[in-house]
């Protein structure tokens, strides 16, 4: 029988790129609920992981987390992460229509 393409990940990066994409349902199902605030955390800190992950793996077991070179993609999380973190920290509460 033929082999078929393989269905789980073979690398850490693999297993932290899965987590992170499930962070980001989460933080959007958070901001489709209302709490945007919470939701854009939760998408914030799955950027940072991804960030801290590529910059700690081999380029062999990031995984899909490896975009470009290492500096770039974990100079590219990292701000986009700190970013929504501090978006979400920063603006201040609106009075209700």
Known sequence: MAEG???TPQTLGGVVY???LAAAAIGLGIVAAGAWRTGIV???AGL???SATRLVLSE???GM???RRRWS????LAVAGV???VLAVVVPDQPPV
């Not at 993609?73 to 590219?76: A, G, Q, R, T, V």
């Open 60 to 62: 062999r077991g990031a």
């Open 18 to 20: 899965l987590t992170v």
């Open 5 to 7: 393409p393989l269905r």
């Open 73 to 76: 993609d974990c100079l590219m």
């Open 48 to 50: 940072l992981l991804a």
């Open 83 to 85: 970013a929504l973190v």
């Open 65 to 67: 987390l490896r975009v």
């Open 42 to 44: 939760w998408l914030g």
